[in-house]
DNA sequence: GCACTGTTGTTTGTTAACAATTGTACCTCT
DNA sequence: AGAGGTACAATTGTTAACAAACAACAGTGC
């Protein structure tokens, strides 16, 4: 019934847990459902049309990835962020992106390379009007999961999937509201990419090392500066 | 019925999936069920004496946590291991110790370091005869997670209990069968634990780095050997 | 003998009902 | 009026039955 399949059927099988999983993901990434907002089992599976099992199967698997909190007896809440979560956030990443680099220098394949550069010229071939936030940070992730990818380090993609989540919502939360800011910032992350790129088809891991670290240094500051000019929402007042 | 209320009633309520997770990670964790066995949810509803339920919420939290491998539609198997899950796993722990020791040094209190001292006292005061490989390494993670705990990073703090458990299963695996080899090694732990307090106390980052990292590679070496010494266990027929 | 197919049995995925816990509103008593 | 307690409502935790998928096997046709 909510079984959305699109034409084809699909290669591996999905389950409903996993639709459920999807869905709700795309509701919190997309914004649809607010930071600190309530979750009940029962409501949503009413609202997909799945019994409450499916459903929690999802909220457990989003909790995993941090983007939603629960609490025992008590249910489930769309995660919030704070000035803390930012550089915790951060300071995992450039971590886990260094040891990406590394790994991704000694065996990423050329399809690994190729499919960087895919990325990379869907981002040069936007149009002014396309080049929002939102697409942008969309392709700077897809861009940074290839690499992660190029690594062939399967624990480290996990964690990093989990915490590309969290960044993905962290964006969108702090670009919820003004539009307006990126357009000064965003033409330059296409160029570091290139580069990035170059390094690691030409294994110069030390290179790759300081190149990544300005780079999401770079993306920190931004990320820093947007939450502290963010007016803070409607707190949600079923906190304490 | 299971609930193994030991006396006092616990301070935050365990529920039925919480004492599944926790009785099948010990079963795992003390070899009782070896790498790359079945585990069948109805089967072990039924001698856990509880529904199938609360064992498939604790088979996807011991998934996350890499120790079972959980195919659609086919069900659990405890997680096995080879050469490449080493390289993983002690990349992944490198990092993730650097970062600890970073933040360690900037953040842990008073009550920290303490908490670390009195895990370095009962490793200590081990006698001859306790001094077993079990008890060392189980220590031995016990200190580091005290670190972790020390620098106060939460999202830190959980991608290590995944990696600590899984550093567990896999020192649990290679040790499993020869006791001999550890006499050697396991006095060097004890002195280089207390090292790294003192360098924490002193904030010392940069000297917190080299030491942990050389003490990590030691460990990892001593892994690597036990495990290509190791003779593979009959390997489960129902593979391939 | 070998490939194919239908059947059967086992296991996972899903559902709906039941039990237990938590939060709230109202009532009583001091 | 405020403290405390009781009943009620809402929500999560758990169970058992049902549906669907997979795996093994016997039987059929070539």
């Given at each position: 019934?909510?079984?959305?399949?699109?034409?084809?059927?699909?290669?591996?099988?999905?389950?409903?847990?996993?639709v459920?999983?999807?869905?709700?993901?795309?509701?919190?990434?997309?914004?649809?459902?607010?930071?600190?907002?309530?979750?009940?089992?029962?409501?949503?599976?009413?609202?997909?049309?799945?019994?409450?099992?499916?459903?929690?199967?999802?909220?457990?698997?989003?909790?995993?990835?941090g983007?939603?909190?629960?609490?025992?007896?008590?249910?489930?809440?769309?995660?919030?962020?704070?000035e803390?979560?930012?550089?915790?956030?951060?300071?995992?990443?450039?971590v886990?992106?260094?040891?990406?680099?590394?790994?991704?220098?000694?065996y990423?394949?050329?399809?690994?390379?190729?499919?960087?550069?895919?990325v990379?010229?869907?981002?040069?071939?936007?149009?002014?009007?396309?080049?929002?936030?939102?697409?942008?940070?969309?392709?700077?992730?897809?861009?940074?999961?290839?690499?992660?990818?190029?690594?062939?380090?399967?624990?480290?993609?996990?964690?990093?999937?989990?915490?590309?989540?969290?960044?993905?919502?962290?964006?969108?939360?702090?670009?919820?509201?003004?539009?307006?800011?990126?357009?000064?910032?965003?033409?330059?992350w296409?160029?570091?990419?290139?580069?990035?790129?170059?390094?690691?088809?030409?294994?110069?891991?030390?290179?790759?090392?300081?190149?990544?670290?300005?780079h999401?240094?770079?993306?920190?500051?931004?990320?820093?500066?947007?939450?502290?000019?963010?007016?803070?929402?409607?707190?949600?007042?079923?906190?304490?």
């Amino acid at each position: 019934m909510a079984v959305k399949s699109n034409g084809l059927a699909l290669a591996s099988r999905r389950v409903l847990s996993d639709v459920v999983t999807d869905d709700l993901r795309d509701a919190i990434l997309s914004h649809d459902l607010e930071p600190g907002i309530r979750i009940a089992e029962d409501g949503l599976a009413i609202q997909l049309g799945v019994s409450r099992g499916p459903v929690r199967e999802a909220l457990l698997r989003l909790e995993r990835e941090g983007l939603v909190t629960i609490e025992r007896h008590k249910g489930a809440r769309v995660a919030s962020w704070n000035e803390t979560d930012i550089e915790e956030i951060y300071s995992m990443r450039k971590v886990l992106e260094v040891l990406a680099f590394e790994w991704a220098c000694k065996y990423a394949t050329a399809e690994d390379l190729l499919a960087m550069e895919e990325v990379l010229d869907r981002y040069f071939k936007l149009t002014e009007k396309q080049r929002t936030p939102k697409e942008v940070s969309k392709l700077d992730l897809e861009f940074h999961s290839a690499v992660f990818v190029a690594a062939h380090h399967e624990r480290l993609n996990k964690t990093w999937e989990i915490l590309r989540s969290q960044i993905h919502a962290l964006l969108v939360y702090t670009w919820s509201k003004d539009e307006k800011i990126n357009k000064t910032y965003l033409p330059l992350w296409g160029t570091d990419h290139r580069e990035i790129v170059e390094v690691i088809r030409g294994k110069q891991m030390k290179k790759a090392k300081t190149l990544i670290l300005t780079h999401i240094d770079r993306g920190q500051q931004r990320t820093t500066k947007h939450f502290a000019e963010k007016p803070l929402p409607k707190q949600i007042s079923s906190e304490g």
